[in-house]
Nanobody, 117 residues
Framework: QVQLVESGGGLVQPGGSLRLSCEAS????????MGWYRQAPGKQRELVAT???????NYADSVRGRFTISRDSAKNTLYLQMNSLKPEDTAVYYC???????????WGQGTQVTISS
C-alpha cells in the first residue's frame, strides 16, 4: 500500500508564502494525474491544482497566478508553492494521486494551512 505524506503546512500571515510537499512511500505506476485539494471548515473539499503525467497543469481560479504545482518524479514528491496567501486559503490541504490502475486513487492525510494575522 502506498502512503502519501504531506508536510509544509503551518500558520503564516496574509501575503506570506508556504511550500507544501507530498512524498510517496514508493514509486507509483499508472499515474494519470496528481493534485492538491483543500477543505475548509464547513465546506466541501475542492480542487486547488493538478498536474497530469504529461506535465499539464490546471488551477482553481481562486489560486491561479499565486500557486504553482510541480513534481519531482525522482523523489516521488509533489509540491505546491503558495504565494500571496490570503485568509480564505485557510484549509486542510490534501494531495491526491489518480491512476489508471487499481486502486485508482491515493490520498494523503492532510496538512493544515492557516492564514491569519
Amino acid at each position: 500500500q502506498v502512503q502519501l505524506v504531506e508536510s509544509g503546512g503551518g500558520l503564516v500571515q496574509p501575503g506570506g508564502s508556504l511550500r507544501l510537499s507530498c512524498e510517496a512511500s514508493r514509486s507509483i505506476s499508472g499515474i494519470v494525474r496528481m493534485g492538491w485539494y483543500r477543505q475548509a471548515p464547513g465546506k466541501q473539499r475542492e480542487l486547488v491544482a493538478t498536474i497530469t503525467s504529461g506535465g499539464i497543469t490546471n488551477y482553481a481560479d481562486s489560486v491561479r497566478g499565486r500557486f504553482t504545482i510541480s513534481r519531482d518524479s525522482a523523489k516521488n514528491t509533489l509540491y505546491l508553492q503558495m504565494n500571496s496567501l490570503k485568509p480564505e486559503d485557510t484549509a486542510v490541504y490534501y494531495c491526491n494521486v489518480a491512476r489508471s490502475l487499481l486502486p485508482s486513487n491515493y490520498w494523503g492525510q492532510g496538512t493544515q494551512v492557516t492564514i491569519s494575522s
